[in-house]
């Protein structure tokens, strides 16, 4: 699905798929770029014959979700807090470098930070 890169709208939600896909991925200790030619239900297929165990897509992404849950609580047991969820200052006072026929302006901080709200409330609603 392609998204405005400099738009913010479904950001949250996509954000947290893609933290959970590439935790599962990086479980697996295969190439993030092979995700471009199989699926997480083929993953789960393969890790199934391997293993014996039953396995689905589904049942990785909660995996996934579980993984970035204990590197949060992780994270935040030292030391981490919101403030390092935060783009630094110039994000928000200072335009990006353009390119040939490219503006990029700069981050909006109120729709930044309503964003990253929703991302919190994503990732701690049980779904």
Same mark, same amino acid.
């Given at each position: ?20 896909? &590439? ?6 200790? $295969? ?15 393969? @890790? ?5 165990? +039953?396995?689905?897509?589904?049942? @990785? ?13 992780? &994270?935040?047991? &030292? ?8 783009? +630094? ?14 503006? $990029?302006?700069? $981050? ?20």
């Amino acid at each position: 699905m392609a998204t405005d890169r400099f738009s913010f709208d479904g950001k949250a939600r996509l954000i947290k798929i893609s933290e959970d896909t &590439n935790a599962v991925v990086d479980s697996l200790a $295969v190439c993030k770029f092979a995700l471009l030619g199989a699926s997480l239900e083929e993953y789960a297929q393969l @890790l199934a014959g391997a293993t014996g165990l +039953p396995y689905t897509g589904q049942g @990785l992404m909660k995996t996934g979700e579980e993984i970035i849950t204990l590197e949060r609580g992780y &994270n935040e047991r &030292n030391g981490f807090t919101h403030a390092d969820d935060l783009l +630094p200052e110039r994000f928000f006072t200072e335009a990006g470098t353009p390119g040939e026929g490219i503006e $990029v302006p700069r $981050v909006d901080r109120a729709r930044y930070l309503e964003e990253l709200e929703r991302y919190y409330r994503i990732r701690t609603s049980k779904q």
